[in-house]
Structures are given as structure tokens and as C-alpha cells.
């Protein structure tokens, strides 16, 4: 396995901000909603922005099932990590935090029991994301999200950690 940062960039591409390139929304908090196509409205959208940085965990696809090309969103008000899969998980990226950057050879011993270099957020509900994986800044990690629903395209106004 390969790291790569990517830098974020100074200027963002214009896009359209009425745009939803979203396939499959789903929730993995209680009620565990899903949502498919045309079903992805505004308002749902509205809602789930509104709703992200008071701590949300959810998917959100651009296959209409789910299976590829998602942005996983977990948040918990203070932290919030960003994971996009793709190519059947064998392309994956994920939000950096470059304050613990020095953290990313311990991360590599996937040691679950230092739990000084792990957020409190978890993947899918159970696995610790690491702080060099998981944003401090909830606004920056917002309009990333947004973006991606949006585009369907990774933020450039934030770091990315490639893992290929």
C-alpha cells in the first residue's frame, strides 16, 4: 500500500450549487434511512448539510446502489473524517489532517490500543479513524461534502490522503 498527500489547492472550481450528482444516500445512525434517485431532493439534501455538524455517519453514493464510488461522512461536532472509495475499494482517499502527520507510521501498525493517535469517530460504526484521517475544522469538512454531493468530485480546498 501506497500514501500519497494531496495538497489542497487556493482555488476552488466553480460549479453549480443547485446541482445533485447523487445516486444513494445512506443513513447508518438510527433510523438507518436510504435513499435511491430521484428520491435525492433538495430538501433532503438541505437537511443532511444542516445536520452534519451536529454529528452525522452516513453514505453517500454515486452508483445507484451504494457499492462504488462513495464518500463516507462521519462527524461528531468536533471531528469529522471524510472517506471516498472507489474502483471497488482499490482506489481510496481520505480527508488529512496534517497537524498529525507525524502519527503515520504508528497508524501503518494499525495499533488500536494507542488510542492517542485515533479520533473519536469510527467507520462504519466500529472501526477508530485515525486524527490524521479526521478534520478539526467541521465548516472546511462541510463544504467538502457539499462539493462532493454536488460534483461528484473530491473537494480540492481541503488535503486528501490517497491510499493506492
Known amino acids: 500500500m501506497e500514501l500519497q498527500v494531496i495538497a489542497k489547492q487556493e ?5 453549480d450549487k443547485q446541482a445533485i450528482k447523487l445516486q444513494n444516500i445512506r443513513f447508518y445512525d438510527a433510523p438507518y434511512d436510504e435513499y435511491e ?6 430538501a433532503l439534501i438541505a437537511k443532511i ?34 472517506s471516498y472509495c472507489s474502483e471497488e475499494g482499490q482506489n481510496n482517499y481520505y480527508s488529512y489532517n496534517p497537524a498529525f502527520a507525524d502519527t503515520a507510521a ?7 490500543s494507542d488510542k492517542s493517535i485515533y479520533s473519536p469517530l469510527e467507520s462504519g460504526g466500529q472501526t477508530p479513524i485515525p486524527k490524521i ?4 475544522d467541521v465548516e472546511q469538512g462541510l463544504k467538502a461534502v457539499e462539493y462532493f454531493i454536488r460534483t461528484g468530485e473530491l473537494y480540492p480546498g481541503i488535503d486528501w490522503l490517497h491510499e493506492f
Open 11 to 15: 482555488e476552488i472550481p466553480a460549479y
Open 37 to 42: 434517485g430521484e428520491a435525492i431532493t433538495e
Open 49 to 82: 448539510l444542516s445536520r452534519i455538524p451536529n454529528g452525522l455517519n452516513i453514505y453517500l453514493s454515486l452508483d445507484l446502489y451504494g457499492e462504488d464510488d462513495w464518500l463516507e461522512v462521519n462527524c461528531d461536532g468536533t471531528w469529522l473524517a471524510l
Open 106 to 112: 504508528q497508524i501503518a501498525q494499525a495499533n488500536f
Open 133 to 136: 484521517q479526521a478534520l478539526t
